[in-house]
């Protein structure tokens, strides 16, 4: 997966490679998505683990803990496209969740964001600042999909990170304002 994307998984390649029956895959994972959950996992602990490290060097400025967080982001993505894309493209038929462990690991991702935006925000609804937060992390995760795919967005990719900057900068330059519901 890491090398060739999701698309290229094949459980009789996986098999091969790994030296064993292709139905001894089938024992230990009840299907392909099963698998990509369980790749899934060590991803979202990579990636915390790169957000964390970088959040450790941050300022205690919360904006710039933001800024810092998701270029973070943008240089995990970057390095490990493949795998980061299957974080989002998991193989689920229509209107089936995602399992809980997947959507708690999540939920540990954005509490990086949310942190610094109740820091920010402390008047702001809970309710309010949780929509905040997946706003801002679309936002983001937006813009380095389609800075990585640079024909998309037109902008280059060493300017990605000067654009999450400026956008997360904008966006919090008025902190603790009445939100607008």
């Known amino acids: 997966m890491a090398a060739d994307g999701l ?12 030296g064993c ?15 990509v959950l369980a790749v899934n996992a060590r991803t979202f602990a990579r990636l915390g683990a790169q957000v964390a490290a970088a959040l450790a060097k941050a300022p205690a400025d919360p904006v710039e803990q933001l800024v810092i967080m998701a270029q ?3 240089g995990f993505a970057s390095a490990n496209r493949h795998l980061w894309r ?12 995602a399992p809980d462990w997947y959507l708690a690991d999540m939920a540990r991702l954005f509490a990086y964001i ?12 809970m309710a309010d600042r949780a929509l ?6 679309s936002s983001v995760h937006g813009i380095v ?9 037109g902008v280059p990719a060493a300017e990605i990170d000067r654009m999450i900057a400026l ?15």
Request: charged share 20%.
């Open 7 to 18: 698309g290229a998984l094949r459980a009789r390649d996986l098999a091969d490679e790994a």
């Open 21 to 35: 029956a292709l139905g001894a895959i089938y024992n230990v994972f009840d299907d392909l998505p099963a698998l």
């Open 72 to 74: 973070a982001y943008h």
């Open 86 to 97: 299957a974080l989002f493209d998991v193989p689920r038929p229509a209107g089936q969740p």
């Open 114 to 125: 949310a942190d610094p935006l109740s820091a920010l925000y402390p008047r702001m609804p």
């Open 132 to 137: 905040l937060t997946r706003a801002l992390f």
């Open 145 to 153: 999909l389609l800075g990585l795919d640079e024909a998309s967005a």
């Open 167 to 181: 956008v997360l900068r904008q966006i919090a330059s008025a902190p603790d304002q009445p939100s607008v519901t």
